[in-house]
């Protein structure tokens, strides 16, 4: 049913090789309770206490922000957080700045959630049966931090479910829009428009959630997100990340590669000016705080020192489909924020960073699923470890896991951060 398409590089400046994947069925692990049972005490508690005190949403709305529980360090690797996961679908349509044409989204949503029981939630098509993730399940109170994870070229909102779900665990809403145009089932291939789409796309789910746009304006998420804000993606997904991070473009390199190759499709727009205006003005999204790409592209047309919140850049060593060396090491050359981390794993492939492995085994075993692969079960405990810790550092200031953090190269240093 899933196809992994690829585009073979070419010699123009948005000639790219890009990759999807698909979500996978990756059990829930409830990780060792006992070990950070204190850390989530307080919070249990105050949930509990609101409760019985009947205290009614738009009171819990109104209180502070509040982190989210923090297991001590010496608990499981991949410890799952202390909340029930809700799981829905939303759709959105916007009009975007270039082209003016209504633009659809599906946005799957996965969130905290008090709920003991419910219907298993079910990923494309019903393939993928999660039965503990609840369909459909009510909000739990209190305000939680916002994560939009972006797919990758070919992928699907739920392709990386290790990471959204898990995030949800610990008390976050995270939101993965549908890139119409870009998803399995739009055929092969990346429509240049992707480009300039895929980050408006972000910002249009940011607005819905924060302002009730593109048709959310009752949703029960109005007024539950806290002004916290975290960009994941994987592959072109990691592209869209960065996009909104602050990607600068280098418009005159771009004028001279569509100046040596006019005929191609995008070319042939960008000589029309129809482009020009969108990537000089860039994609910057003020409300995104911190931003986590995983596998991204590079390449000469990017700028990436113009990316102005911290970076958790996230690699494969093996990764074949947007090979180091012109893609997540030109990132990271790019990268000059003091707070810019990078996690390499040296016999990871591009597709280690979602569940496809998990979910059709053998489909991409050269990049990723085969033999000589670190197990992606593995990855994804690491990525998750690294993504909370990055995430409570950068959005609230939580500083009891910076021992983490610190042992991990910053962008002036040439070694690389590299995990078994």
């Known amino acids: 049913m899933f196809g992994v398409g690829r585009l073979k ?10 990759g999807g994947g698909c979500a996978g069925d990756e059990p829930r692990e409830a990780g060792d309770a006992a070990a950070w049972m204190d850390a989530t005490a307080m919070a249990d508690a105050g949930v509990d206490a609101a409760v019985d005190a009947g205290v009614d949403a738009a009171a819990a709305d109104a209180a502070p922000p509040v982190p989210p529980p923090v297991p001590p360090m010496e608990a499981p690797v991949d410890a799952a957080g202390p909340w029930r996961v809700g799981y829905r679908e939303v759709s959105i349509t916007y009009v975007g700045a270039q082209p003016d044409a209504p633009r659809a989204l599906r946005v799957a949503l996965w ?129 869209t990340a960065l996009a909104v991070g602050g990607t600068g473009y280098k418009v005159p390199v771009i004028d001279a590669a569509c100046g040596a190759r006019p005929d191609e499709l995008f070319c042939q727009t960008w000589a029309s000016g129809a482009y020009r205006e969108v990537f000089e003005a860039g994609f910057r999204d003020l409300r995104v705080d911190a931003v986590v790409p995983l596998a991204p592209l590079g390449g000469p047309v990017f700028d990436f020192s113009a990316v102005d919140v911290p970076t958790l850049l996230v690699t494969a060593g093996l990764d074949a489909t947007l090979e180091p060396p012109s893609n997540g090491d030109d990132v990271w050359r790019g990268l000059d924020g003091a707070d810019d981390r990078r996690l390499d794993f040296p016999e990871a492939g591009h597709f280690s960073f979602s569940n496809i492995c998990d979910a059709i085994p053998g489909a991409v075993a050269d990049d990723g699923c085969g033999e000589g692969f670190t197990p992606s079960a593995q990855v994804h405990a690491v990525v998750n470890t690294y993504a909370l810790a990055f995430a409570r550092r950068h959005l609230f200031g939580d500083m009891r896991q910076d021992a983490l953090l610190d042992g991990m190269p910053a962008p002036d240093e040439i070694a690389r951060l590299t995990l078994p």
Do not use: K
């Not at 590089?9 to 890009?18: K, Y």
């Not at 976050?172 to 829009?177: D, H, K, L, M, T």
């Open 111 to 239: 969130y905290p959630t008090q709920d003991e029981s419910g219907e298993a939630s079910a990923y494309l098509l019903g393939r993928l049966q999660r039965p503990e993730i609840f369909a459909n399940a009510g909000l739990a109170l209190g305000r939680f931090p916002l994560v939009v994870f972006s797919h990758g070229s070919g992928g699907v909102a739920e392709q990386s479910a290790f990471l959204t779900e898990r995030l949800a665990t610990h008390g976050y809403v995270v939101a993965a829009p549908d890139h119409t145009g870009n998803t399995f089932s739009d055929g092969g291939g990346i429509p240049p428009e992707m480009f300039f789409q895929r980050p408006q796309d972000i910002t249009a789910v940011l607005d819905a959630l924060y302002d009730g746009a593109h048709g959310l304006d009752d949703d029960p998420l109005r007024g539950a997100l806290t002004d916290q804000v975290l960009v994941a993606g994987h592959s072109f997904g990691a592209y």
């Open 9 to 18: 590089a070419g010699a123009s400046a948005f000639a790219v090789m890009l």
